[in-house]
């Protein structure tokens, strides 16, 4: 019989159970937020504008993580049509 996993007080029907599902179970965040303004500036500081200038149609994620996050939206997302989603992370393959 297949179970579901609780992940991020979520049941999801498909995952599995792995460090990675487990990744959040027992963290202990810091109470102070851990970076500097020098930790989060990029080593090439300046205008990026060029980079983003032609569209870059690419997978970040391979196959069978996107086929994975399908399912886990599917477990957990309003249906089509029954609610409303705001991706702000969306790509050309997201929707």
């Known amino acids: ?6 992940v991020c007080g979520v049941d999801v029907p498909h995952a599995k159970v792995s ?3 487990r990744a959040l179970d027992s963290s202990d965040w810091p109470e ?4 500097t303004a020098k930790d989060l500036t990029p080593m090439m500081a300046g ?3 060029f980079f983003y200038f032609l569209p870059k149609f690419v997978q970040h994620a391979g196959e069978e993580c996107r086929d994975s ?6 477990a957990v997302l309003p ?3 029954e609610g409303d989603v705001l ?3 969306s790509s050309w393959t997201s929707h």
Do not use: I
């Not at 019989?1 to 609780?6: D, L, N, R």
């Not at 102070?32 to 970076?35: D, K, L």
């Open 87 to 89: 991706d702000l992370c």
């Open 69 to 74: 996050l399908t399912r886990f939206y599917e």
């Open 47 to 49: 205008n990026d504008g």
């Open 1 to 6: 019989a297949t179970h579901a996993v609780g």
């Open 32 to 35: 102070a937020f851990p970076y």
């Open 19 to 21: 460090p990675a599902s």
């Open 79 to 81: 249906a089509s049509g």
